[in-house]
């Protein structure tokens, strides 16, 4: 009895990791509700390594966007830019913030109008081609 309950206990340990394998976690995810006709929306996230290795973030993609890319917004000289992030690397562990201001996806070209409370999905490309998938809620302000 004894011995069947330690292989159980293997059992739910072995699956314990198997998910921690997948890795990449994408929480609080929303979009900036956009002005009517705008060609240009910027998404936030949080994006967390649940998993042991490092993981590599190599690009975004959503069938509701002719094109998602991450970019990072950076100030000098007084004026604000922004510049793609073509890798990001998230430590074990490790949480990434995209909020305004700074890291954020850059949704280009909408391929439908959304307002406030629609969701769309953007599936996130990693290179060990795991990735995740997360619903964007379009928001005023952070879920
Ligand atoms: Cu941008």
Do not use: Q
Request: aromatic share 4%; no cysteine.
């Amino acid at each position: 009895m004894r011995g069947r309950i330690a292989i159980a206990g293997g059992v739910l340990l072995l699956a314990a990791r198997i998910a921690a394998a997948a890795g990449l976690v994408v929480e609080g995810a929303w979009i900036r509700t956009p002005p009517p006709g705008a060609t240009m929306l910027a998404g936030y996230a949080r994006l967390r390594n649940a998993g042991a290795a490092p993981i590599v973030v190599t690009g975004a993609d959503g069938a509701d966007f002719g094109s998602v890319s991450l970019h990072e917004s950076i100030s000098a000289d007084g004026v604000e830019r922004m510049r793609p992030l073509t890798e990001l690397t998230i430590a074990p562990g490790a949480t990434v913030l995209f909020a305004p201001g700074g890291r954020h996806f850059m949704l280009m070209r909408p391929t439908r109008a959304l307002a406030a409370g629609d969701r769309a999905r953007i599936h996130i490309s990693t290179s060990s081609g795991d990735g995740a998938t997360a619903d964007f809620v379009v928001a005023d302000a952070p879920p």
